[in-house]
């Protein structure tokens, strides 16, 4: 098994290694068989296999000197699993959540700076995932559950690099669900997207909306006018 490990060809290695596992469980060797079937599956590219036997190794081997490594692979696997940020995001959840597990096991170890750079590039898709669904609300003009998404957005990620274009997004989404609302919940949403309007002055005074959501600010009030309610 190991001859056929080190000669690369990891899928024969996988066959031998399988038969070997039941027969050296709890033996001297039981952690060696281990390390080399976890890596033989990352090398065959099957990453949840390789995620779910570092995994394995980890729980197993606490104290081994491998212990830092396994940890940092079982997250590392998961890493390479993760899709593009258009797809489901569950596997890149899990990858971050392992990679903090790793940081917090390890704060001093020789991987802790990349993993917590691994930690920030799968925010970054998730946070493009978040944001794409939020746009795509809007375009289908479902306006509540692009001010909710949005809204989350801005909670889950306060430093994303969209904040500009989310807040201008949600004074239009905010008048928009305004403007296809009953009577009785109009005055109520006109009053949230005044509120979002000078949210967004206050960051950004300068910013190329700015005559855009004055003019929609306008509009606001003319509604408000029409329908027997107080300018804001």
């Known amino acids: 098994a190991v001859e056929y490990y ?3 060809d990891y899928y024969r290695a996988l066959q031998v290694f399988e038969q070997l596992i039941p027969v050296y469980r709890g ?10 079937y976890a890596y033989a599956y990352y090398y065959e590219r099957e990453y949840v296999m390789a995620s779910y036997y570092f995994k394995r190794f980890s729980v197993n081997f606490p104290s081994s000197e491998f212990a830092e490594e396994a940890s940092f692979m079982i ?9 593009r940020y ?7 959840s899990e990858a971050i959540d392992e990679f903090q597990l790793f940081i917090n096991r390890f704060p001093y170890g020789e991987k802790a700076a990349e993993a917590t750079e691994l930690i920030i590039e799968l925010r970054e898709k998730l946070e493009n995932k978040a944001y794409n669904i939020a746009n795509l609300y809007f375009k289908m003009e479902d306006y509540r559950a692009a001010i909710v998404s949005y809204e989350n957005l801005l909670k ?15 004074i239009n989404a905010y008048y928009s669900y305004a403007i296809k609302s009953i009577e009785d919940k109009k005055k109520e949403r006109f009053e949230n997207a005044v509120k979002a309007y000078f949210d967004f002055i206050a960051l950004y005074p300068e910013s190329e909306y700015v005559a855009d959501v004055e003019r ?7 509604k408000l006018r029409e329908s027997g309610f107080e300018e804001l």
């Not at 889950?156 to 949600?170: A, G, V």
């Open 27 to 36: 033996t001297d060797k039981a952690e060696q068989l281990y390390y080399y």
């Open 75 to 83: 997250a590392y696997t998961k890493y390479l699993d993760s899709p």
């Open 216 to 222: 929609l600010r306008e509009k606001v009030q003319e």
């Open 6 to 8: 080190e000669k690369g």
């Open 156 to 170: 889950d990620f306060p430093d994303t690099e969209f904040k500009e274009d989310i807040l201008y997004n949600i």
């Open 86 to 92: 258009s797809l489901d995001q569950t596997v890149t």
